[in-house]
């Protein structure tokens, strides 16, 4: 019986020009303090003005994931007394968020989603030695505050659904994958335990990294008697690997929340939630739907696609440059992610992008067989090749010459006498280790079809 029960509070920054409350540039100058005004920094007697756009990418990704939505939006005040929050307080939701009671399609079962909200980032702080500095640079960026239910079970249930929900926010084009970021806490606790938010946690591979690391040291503490009593939060060292204790939990109730003055509440009418749900993207459901019906893709290869957004674009790119769609699809699902998983890299991490479709037009066109499409994969991972000048110099062509390939296949055919006889009793087995003996013999060159078509000549003669 499975004993872990997890949940995650994901903040994602929205693809805004300018900030939630105010009209500073998020993108410009890096130099601290240069992109601000007294609404940033929460001068006393500055009015926040929401931004608009925010509002309406807020909305796209609710129904995107689901969700109800609110009739009206209202902020309040979080109190907090911390360095990174001029004013002491965050500008949040906390009485009615934009979206609830969403759901997340994560290996055939649903995430549930309690809440969808806006809110600002605070401030950056700047560690120098024993002195913290501030930097309102980054404070005001628009945030939805994504909460999930205690729905996951494992930290690959937990990492599936971060990677799913990103490629959820890159088809409606509210997150760009350059400039905006996504962080996750982690509300993690075994059948017996308090639960323990994790902070600080970015990216797929700290997120499970994080999890794992937290519910072995809970399994260990039970194991040894004792338990975890009282809600606390740690936070997450990536160079380390550990979590670290921070602080016992607040409660709800320690915030002081209250209505914000300073922004009334705005209705949202019907009309805008049925317009903004028409102008919704291809989802991954019905992506995966498209691909099966339009290309023929199978139905677990459509799936694992359209839930990946990089591997949706590659494969879109593939189609849009007369890549036969069943080919790209069986490539891109197989030999991207086995080079990907077995480098434990992410596909931003590698030089494939750039590549990959030099690749697939030179298997198509016949000028490389698969096997040496699968060491281009492999040297694409932490190399830029330019991919055809590379297979020139390294005489890497298919080999169609007959008689070149007649001759190793005779050649085989002598050596292996044993496997001849075998297939000859009906034993495909031994067809098949013959054919890898040809293109070990021809280092991986020889042309496919030509190979079982003379070998199979041959071997009846």
């Not at 939630?20 to 992109?35: Q, V």
């Not at 930097?135 to 990677?163: F, H, Q, W």
């Not at 994790?198 to 591979?205: A, L, M, Y």
């Not at 690997?241 to 939990?249: D, E, V």
Request: aromatic fraction near 6%; include cysteine; charge should be neutral.
């Amino acid at each position: 019986m499975k004993d872990s029960i997890i949940g995650l509070e994901i903040h994602v920054s929205l693809n805004t020009n300018t900030k939630l409350f105010c009209s500073c540039p998020l993108l410009g100058s890096d130099d601290p303090n240069s992109r601000c005004c007294d609404i940033c920094i929460g001068a006393p007697g500055s009015k926040p003005v929401l931004n608009k756009k925010a509002m309406e990418y807020a909305l796209k990704l609710c129904l995107a994931l689901n969700c109800k939505v609110s009739n009206e939006v209202v902020f309040s005040r979080k109190t907090y007394f911390y360095p990174d929050m001029g004013k002491n307080y965050q500008i949040t939701q906390y009485e009615i968020p934009i979206g609830y009671e969403g759901f997340l399609e994560v290996f055939g079962k649903k995430i549930r989603i309690r809440r969808i909200q806006l809110e600002e980032d605070p401030a950056a702080l700047v560690h120098q030695g024993n002195t913290v500095l501030v930097d309102y640079n980054r404070s005001g960026t628009p945030l939805c505050e994504i909460v999930t239910e205690p729905d996951m079970e494992s930290p690959e249930e937990a990492r599936e659904s971060l990677k799913r929900l990103l490629t959820i926010i890159n088809y409606i084009k509210v997150f760009d994958i350059k400039n905006c970021i996504v962080k996750a806490d982690a509300n993690v606790n075994i059948k017996g335990c308090e639960r323990v938010e994790i902070k600080n946690i970015n990216g797929f591979k700290d997120i499970e990294r994080a999890i794992t690391y937290e519910l072995e040291r809970q399994r260990k503490l039970l194991k040894e008697g004792q338990a975890i009593k009282q809600k606390e939060t740690r936070g997450w060292d990536s160079d380390k690997g550990i979590t670290l204790f921070q602080r016992y939990k607040e409660s709800e109730a320690d915030y002081g929340y209250i209505v914000d003055p300073d922004l009334v509440p705005i209705d949202i009418s019907t009309e805008l939630v049925e317009k903004t749900r028409k102008e919704l993207p291809e989802l991954p459901q019905e992506k995966s739907l498209k691909y099966q019906k339009e290309y023929k893709i199978r139905k677990e290869d459509a799936e694992v696609l359209a839930n990946d957004y990089e591997l949706t674009r590659l494969l879109e790119e593939a189609i849009s440059k007369k890549i036969d769609p069943l080919f790209a699809a069986e490539w891109i699902r197989r030999e991207v992610t086995r080079v990907l998983n077995y480098n434990k890299k992410e596909l931003n991490e590698t030089f494939i992008n750039k590549n990959l479709l030099s690749v697939l037009e030179l298997i198509q066109e016949n000028k490389v067989t698969r096997q040496t499409g699968q060491r281009l994969m492999e040297l694409l991972v932490e190399k830029d090749l330019d991919v055809k000048k590379y297979i020139k110099e390294n005489n890497l062509e298919v080999v169609s010459d007959t008689k070149e390939i007649e001759e190793i296949c005779k050649k085989v055919i002598k050596e292996n006498e044993k496997a001849v006889k075998e297939y000859l009793e009906g034993n495909d087995k031994s067809f098949m280790f013959l054919v890898g003996q040809i293109m070990r013999h021809s280092k991986g060159k020889a042309e496919p079809k030509t190979v079982n078509e003379l070998l199979k000549k041959l071997i009846k003669l």
